[in-house]
């Protein structure tokens, strides 16, 4: 694609509250404790605020399902990537790096504790890992689970260790330690968040996307108005739809010259941002779904 068709994308969801007359609702549990029922509402925004694409599903559904879709999908091509901790994930960090995606993600508090616990240990190939005192790790047990790998040492590693007391409680007979299959990633990424670039972007991203949510709510999507997730997504792609017309027409009323905070946005014009996948598309069928 052309230069001019790269992007910057922001994705980010949020609960949408149901009207009280659905009755397919799912619950949505925090802690195993009930706090409501809810749908989510996935958004892809790019930088200037035009929605590129969207997707409803409910609460019980893991946040980052929707996003590859919905960067297949968009019309231009992303380049970069901004997204809360809730897509902090090895898998999905992984499949960006193979598209080509430099993504501005922070990791996760667990993410951050288990690097803080293995803290000195060092990859060294894809099948050993090195402690402090220098001592070799063998890659044993794959955890499905957890994604994970787990490294033990040798019991006579243990016996003959320097670091034995601060290293192991007394009645261990040697160290294992546990990795993420998708720890290079997670390495990359804490290189990448470090950086000042990484907190302009995250800047960048909450004054955004939290624009893009004020203007749904004030077209009234902060409660649906329909029944079903598939009616629920067709409302959210004309509230999507006339909050792209909205924007559009905004940037369109205002001249050309002068700072350039009042220029349109660069996109491959402003009629594909209204007729993005996921809004303009699915107008048959949201019409269709209302009885």
Same mark, same amino acid.
């Given at each position: 694609?052309?230069?001019?068709?790269?992007?910057?994308?922001?994705?980010?969801?949020?609960?949408?509250?149901?009207?009280?007359?659905?009755?397919?609702?799912?619950?949505?549990?925090?802690?195993?404790?009930?706090?409501?029922?809810?749908?989510?509402?996935?958004?892809?925004?790019?930088?200037?605020?035009?929605?590129?694409?969207?997707?409803?599903?409910?609460?019980?559904?893991?946040?980052?399902?929707?996003?590859?879709?919905?960067?297949?999908?968009?019309?231009?091509?992303?380049?970069?990537?901004?997204?809360?901790?809730?897509?902090?994930?090895?898998?999905?960090?992984?499949?960006?790096?193979?598209?080509? @995606? %430099?993504?501005?993600?922070?990791?996760?508090? =667990?993410?951050?504790?288990? #690097?803080? +616990? /293995?803290? !000195?240990?060092?990859?060294?190939?894809?099948?050993?890992?090195?402690?402090?005192?220098?001592?070799?790790?063998?890659?044993?047990?794959?955890?499905?689970?957890?994604?994970?790998?787990?490294?033990?040492?040798?019991?006579?590693?243990?016996?003959?260790?320097?670091?034995?007391?601060?290293?192991?409680?007394?009645?261990?007979?040697?160290?294992?330690?546990?990795?993420?299959?998708?720890?290079?990633?997670?390495?990359?990424?804490?290189?990448?968040?470090?950086?000042?670039?990484?907190?302009?972007?995250?800047?960048?991203?909450?004054?955004? @996307? %939290?624009?893009?949510?004020?203007?749904?709510? =004030?077209?009234?999507?902060? #409660?649906? +108005? /329909?029944? !079903?997730?598939?009616?629920?997504?067709?409302?959210?792609?004309?509230?999507?739809?006339?909050?792209?017309?909205?924007?559009?027409?905004?940037?369109?009323?205002?001249?050309?010259?002068?700072?350039?905070?009042?220029?349109?946005?660069?996109?491959?014009?402003?009629?594909?941002?209204?007729?993005?996948?996921?809004?303009?598309?699915?107008?048959?069928?949201?019409?269709?779904?209302?009885?």
């Amino acid at each position: 694609m052309a230069a001019a068709d790269k992007e910057n994308g922001i994705f980010a969801t949020r609960e949408v509250t149901p009207s009280p007359r659905g009755p397919r609702k799912r619950i949505r549990l925090v802690g195993g404790k009930f706090v409501g029922m809810s749908y989510r509402q996935h958004i892809l925004v790019e930088d200037h605020g035009f929605i590129l694409g969207q997707r409803m599903t409910h609460s019980t559904a893991r946040e980052a399902e929707p996003l590859l879709e919905l960067l297949s999908e968009a019309p231009v091509r992303v380049r970069i990537l901004t997204a809360d901790t809730g897509y902090s994930l090895g898998m999905l960090g992984r499949e960006l790096e193979s598209r080509g @995606i %430099e993504a501005h993600i922070p990791l996760h508090t =667990r993410h951050i504790e288990n #690097r803080r +616990r /293995r803290e !000195g240990f060092r990859l060294r190939g894809p099948r050993e890992l090195v402690c402090p005192a220098g001592k070799t790790l063998k890659r044993s047990t794959y955890y499905k689970r957890d994604e994970a790998w787990l490294y033990a040492a040798r019991v006579n590693d243990r016996r003959a260790c320097p670091r034995r007391p601060q290293c192991l409680p007394p009645c261990s007979k040697r160290r294992f330690v546990q990795l993420s299959e998708y720890e290079p990633e997670f390495d990359r990424s804490t290189e990448t968040n470090a950086t000042v670039r990484h907190r302009r972007l995250t800047r960048r991203r909450k004054t955004v @996307i %939290e624009g893009v949510f004020a203007r749904l709510d =004030r077209l009234g999507f902060r #409660r649906t +108005r /329909r029944r !079903g997730l598939g009616r629920v997504q067709a409302e959210s792609s004309i509230v999507a739809f006339v909050h792209n017309v909205l924007k559009a027409t905004r940037h369109m009323s205002r001249p050309h010259e002068g700072a350039a905070s009042s220029r349109p946005p660069r996109l491959p014009g402003i009629v594909h941002a209204v007729h993005a996948p996921g809004v303009g598309r699915k107008l048959a069928e949201a019409f269709s779904a209302v009885p």
